[in-house]
């Protein structure tokens, strides 16, 4: 059996150790972020904002905006680095494009697929999501050797909140009703739960080794979080979350590599990465019910019909959420990298 030498499943390969925990209390001055406009770039027409599109990125910075009922590319956008994270406005009109390394983030218009603005902040980001009312951004993050998730007032891009949780802050999922965050620590071996309505870290429950994403489910009574294996050939596992007592109630064997996971009626979908499959899940009996053979990273839901949308290289696959059947696949245009973060809207 091989050792797994990496603690990311995916878009990190080979990221350096995070430096020492520096105290507690970091302070707002220390991220010194800003907001700056920026020139559009615009390399096709744009989809309507009325349309259902799912959004795609990469390592090579270029945001791909699909007419998911034309089945093809009908934008791109150069958002200038590597994509780490992507979330949408509850309209689905704008997108976050988080460009983790370079510690920006591209505010992109959907229907005239242009970056309007940037927000530059002096930390290292990952994932983000957006409270479901549409007023705040979440992002993860390290700054200065802590853990940190940075709130944003979405109408005027200013930092609104940090808040300190573990180390090396990765997945972050957020309730239906917006007042919980769940924000996965990966080196942390630890999940940090965030009361949103006074923006502070609420609690800490205790992890198995390398946490990678989390899923919350439909009536937000259960969290789930993925954890790749430690060995190379054996299977990772998902830990299941009771949200009343923040205590871990069960676990699921998945494939090995377990990284991205979505909830979508009573299926969690998780891809695990060094196998090349997508485990399907049956959340009432919490029992793997399929196996679909097929290598994805970045994975999403659709709100409207719970249709799983999936970047599988240099395309998107999309699955009946309650068979698990592919409907369709769309090609993305010669991307020169795959894409390996995914969003839905519409």
Same mark, same amino acid.
């Given at each position: &059996?091989?050792?797994?030498?990496?603690?990311?499943?995916?878009?990190?390969?080979?990221?350096?150790? &995070?430096?020492?925990?520096?105290?507690?209390? @970091?302070?707002?001055? &220390?991220?010194?972020?800003?907001?700056?406009?920026?020139?559009?770039?615009?390399?096709?027409?744009?989809?309507?904002?009325?349309?259902?599109?799912?959004?795609?990125?990469?390592?090579?910075?270029?945001?791909?905006?699909?007419?998911?009922?034309?089945?093809?590319?009908?934008?791109?956008?150069?958002?200038?680095? &590597?994509?780490?994270?992507?979330?949408?406005?509850?309209?689905?009109?704008?997108?976050?494009?988080?460009?983790?390394?370079? =510690?920006?983030?591209?505010?992109?218009?959907?229907?005239?697929?242009?970056?309007?603005?940037?927000?530059?902040?002096?930390?290292?980001?990952?994932?983000?999501?957006?409270?479901?009312?549409?007023?705040?951004?979440?992002?993860?993050?390290?700054?200065?050797?802590?853990?940190?998730?940075?709130?944003?007032?979405?109408?005027?891009?200013?930092?609104?909140?940090?808040?300190?949780?573990?180390?090396?802050?990765?997945?972050?999922?957020?309730?239906?009703?917006?007042?919980?965050?769940?924000?996965?620590?990966? %080196?942390?071996?630890?999940?940090?739960?965030?009361?949103?309505? @006074?923006? !502070?870290?609420?609690?800490?429950?205790?992890?198995?080794?390398?946490? %990678?994403?989390?899923?919350?489910?439909?009536?937000?009574?259960?969290?789930?979080?993925?954890?790749?294996?430690?060995?190379?050939?054996?299977?990772?596992?998902?830990?299941?979350?009771?949200?009343?007592?923040? %205590?871990?109630?069960?676990?699921?064997?998945?494939?090995?590599?377990?990284?991205?996971?979505?909830?979508?009626?009573?299926?969690?979908?998780?891809?695990?990465? %060094?196998?090349?499959?997508?485990?399907?899940?049956?959340?009432?009996?919490?029992?793997?019910?399929? !196996?679909?053979?097929?290598?994805?990273?970045?994975?999403?839901?659709?709100?409207?019909?719970?249709?799983?949308?999936?970047?599988? =290289?240099?395309?998107?696959?999309?699955?009946?959420?309650?068979?698990?059947?592919?409907?369709?696949?769309?090609?993305?245009?010669?991307?020169?990298?795959?894409?390996?973060? @995914?969003?839905?809207?519409?």
């Amino acid at each position: &059996m091989r050792l797994v030498t990496t603690t990311r499943c995916q878009r990190r390969f080979g990221a350096r150790r &995070m430096r020492a925990l520096v105290a507690a209390g @970091i302070a707002t001055a &220390m991220l010194a972020v800003g907001v700056v406009a920026e020139q559009p770039v615009e390399i096709r027409p744009a989809v309507s904002a009325a349309a259902v599109h799912a959004l795609v990125a990469g390592d090579n910075g270029e945001l791909r905006i699909v007419d998911v009922a034309a089945g093809q590319v009908s934008a791109v956008v150069d958002t200038g680095a &590597m994509v780490t994270g992507l979330t949408l406005s509850p309209d689905g009109r704008t997108a976050f494009v988080v460009n983790g390394w370079s =510690g920006t983030v591209a505010v992109v218009d959907v229907a005239d697929a242009t970056v309007v603005k940037r927000i530059r902040v002096k930390a290292e980001l990952d994932s983000a999501v957006v409270r479901p009312d549409g007023k705040r951004l979440y992002i993860t993050g390290t700054a200065n050797g802590q853990g940190v998730v940075l709130g944003f007032d979405t109408a005027s891009d200013s930092l609104a909140a940090v808040i300190q949780v573990g180390a090396s802050p990765t997945g972050i999922a957020i309730s239906p009703d917006g007042s919980h965050l769940y924000v996965v620590n990966n %080196q942390g071996a630890s999940l940090t739960v965030i009361d949103t309505r @006074i923006a !502070t870290a609420t609690r800490t429950v205790p992890l198995d080794v390398l946490p %990678q994403y989390v899923a919350v489910s439909p009536d937000g009574a259960t969290t789930y979080v993925s954890h790749t294996s430690r060995l190379a050939d054996t299977n990772g596992s998902v830990s299941v979350i009771d949200n009343r007592t923040n %205590q871990v109630v069960g676990h699921i064997p998945v494939g090995v590599g377990a990284c991205e996971l979505a909830v979508g009626g009573d299926r969690l979908y998780v891809t695990n990465l %060094q196998d090349g499959t997508v485990s399907v899940v049956d959340t009432t009996t919490r029992r793997p019910v399929q !196996t679909l053979v097929l290598t994805a990273r970045g994975i999403a839901v659709s709100p409207r019909d719970h249709s799983v949308y999936l970047a599988t =290289g240099p395309a998107i696959t999309v699955l009946d959420g309650g068979t698990g059947q592919t409907t369709s696949t769309i090609d993305l245009a010669n991307s020169r990298n795959p894409a390996t973060v @995914i969003a839905v809207a519409g």
